[in-house]
């Protein structure tokens, strides 16, 4: 998947983060998609315990269904979160707070 080295490299900040300096404390699954939708990878982006992993969880705060190539260009800054949702290529749903906190962070990594 081409996400999986933005995957790692957000696994990476997670492990050097200092858990007390948290402002995201919330667990969120992205489901990434193909070109035409079709799921490749689920993965569960665990900020309370600051974990990274494949797979799905009924805890979720929020869901994040997303193009691999859509997330991969969030990741390098060629695109932001925001912009991915406007033009309705992401379907998220969940807790409103825990989402609006976690694209907080997006917005700080985006292209100016």
Same mark, same amino acid.
């Given at each position: !998947?081409?996400?999986?080295?933005?995957?790692? =490299?957000?696994?990476?900040?997670? =492990?050097? /983060?200092? #858990?007390?300096?948290?402002? &995201?404390?919330? *667990?969120?699954?992205?489901?990434? *998609?193909? %070109?035409?939708?079709?799921?490749? =990878?689920?993965?569960?982006?665990? @900020?309370? %315990?600051?974990?990274?992993?494949? +797979?799905?969880? %009924?805890? /979720?705060?929020?869901?994040? *269904?997303? /193009?691999?190539?859509? @997330?991969?260009?969030? +990741?390098? =800054?060629?695109?932001?979160?925001?912009? &991915?949702? /406007?033009?309705?290529? %992401?379907?998220?749903?969940?807790?409103?707070?825990?989402?609006?906190?976690? !694209?907080?962070?997006?917005?700080?990594?985006? #292209?100016?």
């Amino acid at each position: !998947m081409k996400s999986d080295e933005i995957i790692e =490299k957000i696994r990476n900040r997670l =492990k050097d /983060a200092d #858990p007390d300096k948290r402002t &995201v404390m919330s *667990t969120f699954q992205f489901n990434f *998609t193909d %070109a035409d939708g079709k799921l490749i =990878k689920s993965m569960v982006f665990d @900020f309370k %315990a600051l974990d990274i992993y494949e +797979g799905q969880t %009924a805890n /979720a705060d929020g869901r994040i *269904t997303i /193009a691999d190539e859509d @997330f991969y260009l969030i +990741g390098t =800054k060629q695109t932001s979160f925001d912009q &991915v949702v /406007a033009e309705q290529k %992401a379907q998220i749903d969940g807790d409103s707070d825990a989402i609006n906190s976690m !694209m907080a962070k997006f917005r700080l990594n985006s #292209p100016n």
